[in-house]
T-cell receptor, first 113, second 113 residues
Framework: GDSVTQMEGPVTLSEEAFLTINCTYTATGYPSLFWYVQYPGEGLQLLLKATKADDKGSNKGFEATYRKETTSFHLEKGSVQVSDSAVYFC????????????FGGGTRLMVKP | EAGVAQSPRYKIIEKRQSVAFWCNPISGHATLYWYQQILGQGPKLLIQFQNNGVVDDSQLPKDRFSAERLKGVDSTLKIQPAKLEDSAVYLC???????????FGQGTRLTVV
C-alpha cells in the first residue's frame, strides 16, 4: 500500500538557520503531496501542497518540490524562526487508492533563540 | 467559514467503559476522516466516509470501534469497551471531494485508565 517516510526528529536548530526535513513516499499512480503542521496545543493544518511532478508548493517561507524521479517531497526553509517550532507531517493523497490521505510519522522541529 | 468541530476536547474513562466522539465537518465537504494519533506518532486512518458511505475502514478495530455518518453530515466514533492502548488523540477531518486537502478539528484527547 501507499506509505510515507519522514526523517526522525527532533530537529533542533538556532534561529535563522536553514531547515530541511526529508520525506519520501511509495505510491502507485500519481499522488498529490502535502505538508501539514501541528503547533503546540493545536490541530493539524495544511502548510503547502503539490499535485503533480515538478510542482513546487510554498507558504510562509516554506517550500517543497514534488520529485517523481526520487519519490521525494523535502520541506525547506531558508531562515527558521522560534515560531516555526512545531511537528511537521508529510502526507500523500491518491485518488486511485480510494482517496485515502496517508501520513508520515511526523518530525518535531525545535528552534532556539 | 466555520471549521471542523469536535467534542469533547478531553475525556478520561476507565478501561472496559464506552465512549463516543462527535464531529461536525465543514459544510459541503463530502469526505470525512477519523484518525487516531498516538503520542509521538503520525495520524493513523481509522475510517473514511464519502457522504454517508464507508470508503475505507480496513484499520478500524471492528470488535470494539464503530462509526457512523448519518445523512452524510455529522459523524460519531464509538469505542466499546475501551482498552488502555486506545489512549490517543482522535482527529476528525473533512475534505472537498477530489482534492485531498483535509481540514482538521482540534481533536479529542482520550485517556483510558
Amino acid at each position: 500500500g501507499d506509505s510515507v517516510t519522514q526523517m526522525e526528529g527532533p530537529v533542533t536548530l538556532s534561529e535563522e538557520a536553514f531547515l530541511t526535513i526529508n520525506c519520501t513516499y511509495t505510491a502507485t499512480g500519481y499522488p498529490s503531496l502535502f505538508w501539514y503542521v501541528q503547533y503546540p496545543g493545536e490541530g493539524l493544518q495544511l502548510l503547502l501542497k503539490a499535485t503533480k511532478a515538478d510542482d513546487k508548493g510554498s507558504n510562509k517561507g516554506f517550500e517543497a518540490t514534488y520529485r517523481k524521479e526520487t519519490t521525494s517531497f523535502h520541506l525547506e526553509k531558508g531562515s527558521v524562526q522560534v515560531s516555526d517550532s512545531a511537528v511537521y507531517f508529510c502526507a500523500l493523497w491518491a485518488s486511485n487508492a480510494g482517496n485515502m490521505l496517508t501520513f508520515g510519522g511526523g518530525t518535531r522541529l525545535m528552534v532556539k533563540p | 467559514e466555520a471549521g471542523v468541530a469536535q467534542s469533547p476536547r478531553y475525556k478520561i474513562i476507565e478501561k472496559r467503559q464506552s465512549v463516543a466522539f462527535w464531529c461536525n465537518p465543514i459544510s459541503g465537504h463530502a469526505t470525512l476522516y477519523w484518525y487516531q494519533q498516538i503520542l509521538g506518532q503520525g495520524p493513523k486512518l481509522l475510517i473514511q466516509f464519502q457522504n454517508n458511505g464507508v470508503v475505507d475502514d480496513s484499520q478500524l478495530p471492528k470488535d470494539r470501534f464503530s462509526a457512523e455518518r448519518l445523512k452524510g453530515v455529522d459523524s460519531t466514533l464509538k469505542i466499546q469497551p475501551a482498552k488502555l492502548e486506545d489512549s490517543a488523540v482522535y482527529l476528525c477531518a473533512s475534505s472537498p471531494t477530489g482534492t485531498g486537502e483535509a481540514f482538521f478539528g482540534q481533536g479529542t484527547r482520550l485517556t483510558v485508565v
